[in-house]
């Protein structure tokens, strides 16, 4: 295991290797940084659970995608684009846009000098962040590292680790969700540093999309748990209890549990995300406001405060921003004005918050359990004792039969918007594209040579560029914006991903 004292001697990785972002080729120390157990928040926080009643956490969820759309196709971020391309569309919100991306870092440090305990959570896609490198704006990521890497700050900010691409879980190839997990974790690593990633421990869904297919599930946990995540945020309504009811308290951290196919299991925490609007709830601080309004709970034989959970887009509509910087800063002031903003309702990360009440007693075992929608109507046609993926095949294709509404596509902040349905076009390129990378390369990572020698092929320009289409092809926007310019960014980045295969492979 390595410890936060011995990361300093691992050598710092290089940012862009190639023109590209570095996202693989360092498997082994990401893996031994990222399964440090030892506490994050714990000695440094300010926070006495005896003295606090309610807490909440809000996070901020930021992307821009990558696209084939430079002046002779090159990759290059959308925000790139936007400011290249001022007169189409919202375009003009670029440096709008550009900044909400960086002032979080002056936020933390102007509240934390004028007395105030704030808190927030930070989700970057990897897409975003290598956009920022490429477009020259290093101020944007400089700012970053200020609240990132500066031990003034670090008590005040938590990262959360995503998929690299903005990939959408339950329609994402199972064999590549490990993959955009560690290369997002990689590349957070090449930019703010490896003591930085060891602290890394949530984990935000793109569009808080949860796979209800059990298998699916199964493989997303086992990833996380795999590469060092202790918990996940999950939409409320994305989840139910094992007897297929709505949450009974949504304030408290909940067990998910997985279970496959075979019947085997797998759990993680979860820190339930309410619904409503997103961006206005958390524009208006409204997670502190409900947090207010609550009081403790009793939880297995330990009294703790409730946490209210929220995510929003950081940057998206004119609410965040616009009303965000002062809605925020305001509730800030309010509580450090009540005994510091550190009694009473107070804000917190997620895994300050899991550890306080942990180190008080609480066990992830004694969270109230919880699984994802829909699958309880699976367990009932099918006993987990002998359950088989035939089995679970047949239980599926029955409740849909009976039932047109249902399916097992998985579940997101929103019903209304299917990442599925009449996608074939990309869908289709992209299943083919991840068979075909996994084909080529597989054998050649899983052959009987040392695990240094499987370390070396991904350490190789052609196995770099080939991952980072296949992740690419991936991202949820080329299905999210529709049909037409996405769909044609997707099927070029097919073209090259199956060129780059056939011809280095």
């Not at 590292?145 to 199972?174: F, M, N």
Request: proline share 6%; hydrophobic share 35%; net charge negative.
């Amino acid at each position: 295991m390595t410890s936060f004292s011995t990361q300093t001697t691992l050598t710092p990785l290089s940012e862009i290797i190639d023109g590209l972002p570095n996202i693989c080729g360092h498997e082994a120390e990401v893996l031994a940084v990222v399964n440090d157990n030892q506490p994050v928040f714990l000695d440094k926080t300010n926070l006495r659970l005896e003295e606090i009643t309610a807490t909440f956490a809000i996070a901020l969820h930021m992307h821009q995608p990558t696209i084939p759309a430079g002046s002779n196709g090159e990759l290059i971020g959308h925000l790139q684009y936007m400011f290249e391309h001022q007169q189409e569309g919202d375009n003009h919100n670029a440096e709008p846009f550009a900044y909400c991306y960086s002032r979080m870092g002056d936020f933390i440090p102007e509240l934390v000098a004028s007395g105030c305990n704030p808190r927030v959570m930070l989700d970057y896609s990897g897409n975003l962040l290598w956009g920022l490198r490429q477009m020259g704006r290093g101020d944007i990521l400089d700012n970053l590292k200020r609240i990132t890497c500066d031990p003034t700050y670090q008590p005040y900010v938590e990262w959360l680790g995503t998929t690299w691409s903005h990939a959408v879980i339950p329609s994402t190839p199972i064999p590549d969700l490990k993959l955009h997990i560690q290369a997002w974790q990689h590349h957070f690593a090449a930019i703010f540093g490896w003591e930085a990633l060891a602290r890394v421990k949530g984990f935000s869904p793109p569009e808080m999309h949860l796979p209800n297919h059990p298998d699916t599930l199964f493989e997303f946990v086992k990833a996380l748990k795999e590469s060092g995540y202790r918990w996940l945020l999950v939409q409320e309504h994305s989840i139910e209890t094992l007897t297929g009811q709505p949450l009974q308290d949504k304030h408290l951290p909940h067990r998910l549990v997985a279970r496959n196919s075979w019947g085997e299991t797998i759990s993680i925490t979860a820190l339930i995300k309410t619904q409503g609007s997103d961006t206005k709830l958390v524009a208006q601080m409204q997670p502190y406001y409900e947090a207010k309004t609550l009081t403790k709970r009793q939880l297995s034989n330990v009294s703790v405060p409730p946490i209210v959970s929220q995510i929003g887009d950081g940057e998206n509509g004119g609410v965040m921003m616009n009303e965000f910087p002062s809605g925020f800063k305001q509730a800030w002031y309010e509580m450090a004005a009540q005994g510091g903003g550190k009694t009473g309702v107070v804000g917190v990360t997620g895994t300050e918050y899991l550890e306080l009440i942990e180190a008080a007693g609480c066990q992830p075992e004694d969270y109230p359990a919880c699984q994802a929608i829909g699958q309880h109507q699976i367990w009932q046609r099918v006993s987990p004792e002998s359950s088989t993926p035939d089995l679970v095949t047949q239980a599926i294709e029955e409740l849909k039969q009976n039932n047109p509404n249902f399916h097992m596509d998985g579940a997101s902040w929103t019903n209304s918007i299917s990442w599925v349905k009449g996608y074939e076009n990309v869908l289709t390129p992209m299943n083919q594209l991840s068979a075909e990378f996994h084909q080529k390369i597989d054998p050649l990572l899983q052959s009987e040579s040392p695990s240094s020698v499987a370390e070396n092929i991904t350490k190789q320009p052609h196995y770099r560029e080939a991952l980072i289409n296949n992740l690419l092809l991936q991202t949820s926007c080329f299905r999210y914006w529709g049909q037409g310019v996405w769909t044609d960014y997707a099927r070029e980045i097919y073209r090259r991903g199956e060129v780059g295969i056939q011809n280095n492979f």
